[in-house]
């Protein structure tokens, strides 16, 4: 028996021909149209949260643009504007790129974590009884902060945890220290766990600085029973170049706490989002400017100085000199903070020797060294005013030497008087 539509369907001319869009309700089973109503969800379709739509035509469903990030790009894939690229995500790239390893990725991830700790405490110092001092000494006669103290234990437990370092070595410890054998790796981190911290009890900016070795193949430190020959060879492993750097980093602890760090190809920033607990990147591949018309130093000190470098500080300062602008200063009196302004505006700071201080009084291994390492990645310079820093081969833990850091062309300007030249 041949099938006669409906005479309602017949009026409406439908026989024989299909309304991809048609919505009539008569015609249409109430099951399979409930089905068709929760295929098309009510958030994908910008005209729904524009109120009903008009009878007969069912809601088109138009994705919004979406930017896309230089991650997402190299992903090959669009971004969410939910999407945020953490440190993790990154280690993550720079291990499928092969720029670090597993455990060396890891070791950064236990710095991460010692710092955000550090940074609660900067915060709360006030209110937890960590400001004022310890009461001691650390080997070197200088009075120790009570965060000083409590930093340091922060940092050497976070690393020894980690189960990736062998020796630890920190500008507040006399001696590097070899990791026990249930947790130890194989790099070497060296530490200043709380750079500026006389600035603490006045809420000035401080920061934490690390680099990260490999060990000396020359100087094993494993299967070694005797323990004055083991100290012997963790001096030995943690001696080195800064040239043989594999990262090095610092976390700047002010309005916002940022780690900015490097593992030979660039320098990256990360600032912490305390709503997310994370360190997300804010600062891509940074360049230090060429040049930069701010200068950080004591000059207090400017009297204990030689003449050349009197001679260069009365040149930065003369208007003649610089068409009628002569350079701005800055000191905070903290190597993370003055060098942080330092890379991102452009200038140059320096801790130059005295007739005090011969050597100045930064240590080569924890603040000159890992810095320089940083600035040169940036495309600065960092240098002892008479050779790069990342070339001196530390002959003690503690060595001290000046240091001179930032735009390139403000650094090789200060050589040139320190030579004994003249402009």
């Given at each position: 028996?041949?099938?006669?539509?409906?005479?309602?369907?017949?009026?409406?001319?439908?026989?024989?021909?299909?309304?991809?869009?048609?919505?009539?309700?008569?015609?249409?089973?109430?099951?399979?149209?409930?089905?068709?109503?929760?295929?098309?969800?009510?958030?994908?379709?910008?005209?729904?949260?524009?109120?009903?739509?008009?009878?007969?035509?069912?809601?088109?469903?138009?994705?919004?643009?979406?930017?896309?990030?230089?991650?997402?790009?190299?992903?090959?894939?669009?971004?969410?504007?939910?999407?945020?690229?953490?440190?993790?995500?990154?280690?993550?790239?720079?291990?499928?790129?092969?720029?670090?390893?597993?455990?060396?990725?890891?070791?950064?991830?236990?710095?991460?974590?010692?710092?955000?700790?550090?940074?609660?405490?900067?915060?709360?110092?006030?209110?937890?009884?960590?400001?004022?001092?310890?009461?001691?000494?650390?080997?070197?006669?200088?009075?120790?902060?009570?965060?000083?103290?409590?930093?340091?234990?922060?940092?050497?437990?976070c690393l020894r945890s980690s189960g990736r370092t062998g020796v630890i070595a920190s500008e507040e410890e006399e001696?590097?220290?070899?990791?026990?054998?249930?947790?130890?790796?194989?790099?070497?981190?060296?530490?200043?766990?709380?750079?500026?911290?006389?600035?603490?009890?006045?809420?000035?900016?401080?920061?934490?600085?690390?680099?990260?070795?490999?060990?000396?193949?020359?100087?094993?430190?494993?299967?070694?029973?005797?323990?004055?020959?083991?100290?012997?060879?963790?001096?030995?492993?943690?001696?080195?170049?800064?040239?043989?750097?594999?990262?090095?980093?610092?976390?700047?602890?002010?309005?916002?706490?940022?780690?900015?760090?490097?593992?030979?190809?660039?320098?990256?920033?990360?600032?912490?989002?305390?709503?997310?607990?994370?360190?997300?990147?804010?600062?891509?591949?940074?360049?230090?400017?060429?040049?930069?018309?701010?200068?950080?130093?004591?000059?207090?000190?400017?009297?204990?100085?030689?003449?050349?470098?009197?001679?260069?500080?009365?040149?930065?300062?003369?208007?003649?000199?610089?068409?009628?602008?002569?350079?701005?200063?800055?000191?905070?009196?903290?190597?993370?903070?003055?060098?942080?302004?330092?890379?991102?505006?452009?200038?140059?700071?320096?801790?130059?020797?005295?007739?005090?201080?011969?050597?100045?009084?930064?240590?080569?291994?924890?603040?000159?060294?890992?810095?320089?390492?940083?600035?040169?990645?940036?495309?600065?310079?960092?240098?002892?005013?008479?050779?790069?820093?990342?070339?001196?081969?530390?002959?003690?833990?503690?060595?001290?030497?000046?240091?001179?850091?930032?735009?390139?062309?403000?650094?090789?300007?200060?050589?040139?008087?320190?030579?004994?030249?003249?402009?």
């Amino acid at each position: 028996m041949a099938f006669v539509l409906p005479r309602s369907l017949q009026q409406q001319g439908l026989a024989g021909q299909v309304r991809t869009n048609s919505t009539a309700p008569s015609a249409v089973h109430p099951v399979r149209q409930a089905s068709k109503q929760v295929c098309v969800p009510a958030v994908s379709s910008p005209a729904a949260a524009n109120g009903p739509q008009p009878s007969g035509r069912a809601a088109s469903v138009v994705p919004k643009a979406v930017a896309m990030t230089p991650e997402s790009k190299t992903l090959g894939r669009r971004s969410s504007k939910y999407e945020i690229f953490t440190l993790t995500t990154w280690l993550l790239r720079e291990e499928q790129k092969g720029n670090v390893d597993g455990e060396l990725a890891t070791v950064i991830a236990s710095i991460a974590l010692a710092c955000k700790q550090i940074s609660s405490l900067v915060n709360r110092a006030g209110i937890s009884n960590l400001t004022g001092l310890d009461g001691g000494e650390n080997f070197s006669g200088e009075d120790q902060k009570k965060l000083d103290v409590v930093s340091n234990e922060v940092f050497a437990n976070c690393l020894r945890s980690s189960g990736r370092t062998g020796v630890i070595a920190s500008e507040e410890e006399e001696v590097p220290i070899a990791v026990e054998e249930s947790y130890s790796g194989n790099y070497i981190v060296v530490f200043d766990p709380l750079d500026g911290s006389s600035n603490i009890d006045a809420g000035i900016s401080v920061g934490s600085i690390w680099g990260v070795y490999e060990p000396s193949e020359e100087c094993p430190i494993d299967a070694i029973d005797d323990p004055d020959k083991m100290m012997e060879q963790c001096v030995l492993n943690v001696c080195q170049p800064g040239k043989d750097l594999k990262c090095s980093g610092y976390c700047l602890y002010s309005s916002s706490t940022t780690i900015v760090l490097t593992v030979g190809h660039g320098v990256w920033g990360f600032t912490l989002d305390p709503a997310i607990g994370e360190f997300v990147l804010t600062h891509r591949d940074v360049k230090i400017p060429e040049k930069g018309k701010i200068y950080s130093f004591n000059e207090g000190n400017y009297n204990l100085w030689n003449d050349d470098l009197r001679a260069y500080m009365e040149h930065v300062k003369d208007p003649a000199a610089h068409n009628g602008k002569p350079y701005s200063a800055r000191y905070i009196g903290s190597l993370v903070g003055d060098f942080h302004r330092t890379l991102l505006y452009g200038g140059i700071y320096g801790y130059p020797g005295d007739k005090k201080n011969p050597n100045g009084k930064l240590r080569l291994l924890y603040e000159c060294a890992p810095m320089s390492f940083l600035a040169e990645q940036a495309g600065g310079k960092g240098t002892t005013g008479k050779r790069p820093c990342l070339e001196i081969m530390p002959e003690k833990v503690h060595q001290r030497e000046p240091l001179f850091i930032g735009s390139k062309h403000e650094v090789e300007l200060l050589e040139h008087f320190v030579a004994g030249k003249r402009m």
